[in-house]
């Protein structure tokens, strides 16, 4: 599951490599722009249920609520603290138009609930999952409390249910929510309002919905109710998934209806580490690669970002160059992502993100044992 991390990660970095600078032109950067569109967003949604699943797959029966907030802070705060302040030096260097609330909303993880654009992306544009992900923590005891009462043999109509939400928070955005103004934005340009896009993208409440069905996949798989479907069938889902969202209105292909396709896959993952079973996707440099990933996920649109502006707008390049470059620009953000994860990272989670026992205060009561000695790595 932790090398899954690192191509999730990396689908979100060719959207943003490709819409934010001029690297790629042409008919052969327009299709490849058509192409990847939805990475970035297929990529998120990952995300959003992995930590759904990997909360409950890690959970203890020992553990508290406020321990478990105090770590899940540690883990996200001091991170996003620190790429603040350098997209902070990147909006004051373009003078980027910013308001007081964008940057308090920004800066206290709360961004995601103002369906403004101004606001949703200000300063680091791509914090706004984490403003989702701060939810997903402060509901998650309560979550657990409920969903872990859930009989094993409602699990699977549960996840049936939630899906139905997913459906049916984009048919709210698409038939109830208004359509103007119209945004002028990727390649769905004018077919829909902001408004309508952060129901379906930002919006936590909604996405909340993908955590909720990572919780429930691990409970199924935990309970040993996940079908025997291998790691590379579960693969293939996942890409055929991202085919199909590419067919489907953007509203749909943006956000949850799309990303379910990637739950099988993460199931998958899981069953697979549990049975120790060889993949790429544990060997140690990708493995490695996923620890780094939240690092960086934080850091890569500020790279993206600056060197857009040092490059310019206008220039082209061919096609071999452009590629270039931007193999480039991912290498300096893998590189800045290591150095934030061993000096800001890892060294606070080692230190302040430690699992503390303190039972009967504010308990996560009836949670399940650790299956894997390894499992808080993915965690963290």
Not at 111 to 119: C, G, I, L, N, S
Not at 294 to 304: D, L, N, S
Request: glycine share 8%; charged share 15%; aromatic share 14%.
């Amino acid at each position: 599951m932790t090398g899954l991390r690192s191509l999730a990660a990396l689908l979100v970095f060719v959207t943003h490599i490709l819409w934010y600078t001029p690297l790629i032109s042409g008919d052969t950067g327009k299709e490849l722009r058509e192409t990847f569109t939805l990475s970035g967003s297929y990529g998120v949604g990952f995300f959003f249920i992995l930590s759904g699943f990997v909360l409950t797959w890690t959970a203890r029966s020992d553990d508290t609520t406020p321990s478990f907030w105090r770590r899940r802070l540690v883990k996200i705060g001091p991170m996003h603290l620190v790429t603040f302040g350098l997209a902070a030096l990147l909006v004051f260097r373009t003078d980027r138009p910013t308001r007081a609330i964008d940057w308090v909303a920004s800066l206290t993880m709360q961004q995601a609930w103002f369906p403004d654009v101004r606001t949703s992306s200000a300063v680091n544009g791509v914090a706004w999952s984490l403003s989702c992900e701060f939810f997903f923590y402060l509901a998650f005891p309560a979550l657990w409390l409920g969903l872990r009462r859930l009989r094993e043999e409602w699990l699977w109509p549960a996840v049936g249910a939630v899906l139905l939400l997913i459906v049916g928070a984009f048919l709210v955005a698409t038939y109830v929510v208004t359509d103007q103004p119209r945004l002028v934005a990727f390649s769905a340009s004018g077919e829909f309002s902001f408004t309508q896009m952060w129901f379906v993208y930002f919006f936590p409440p909604v996405r909340a919905l993908e955590f909720v069905v990572g919780i429930l996949l691990a409970r199924i798989v935990m309970a040993g109710r996940w079908p025997n479907i291998g790691l590379a069938p579960a693969f293939g889902l996942a890409v055929a998934g991202y085919v199909i969202a590419l067919y489907e209105p953007f509203l749909a292909g943006t956000a949850g209806v799309a990303t379910v396709w990637t739950a099988p896959l993460i199931a998958a993952a899981a069953v697979a580490d549990r049975r120790g079973a060889a993949s790429v996707f544990r060997r140690p440099t990708v493995v490695f690669l996923g620890e780094i990933s939240f690092a960086f996920y934080m850091v890569h649109w500020i790279v993206v970002m600056t060197a857009a502006e040092l490059i310019g707008t206008t220039r082209t390049f061919s096609l071999a160059t452009g590629a270039l470059l931007a193999l480039v620009v991912l290498a300096v953000a893998v590189v800045c992502s290591a150095v934030l994860y061993w000096c800001v990272e890892r060294p606070l989670v080692r230190r302040f993100g430690r699992h503390r026992t303190d039972v009967g205060r504010s308990g996560l009561p009836g949670a399940a044992p650790t299956l894997r000695a390894d499992a808080h790595r993915v965690a963290d």
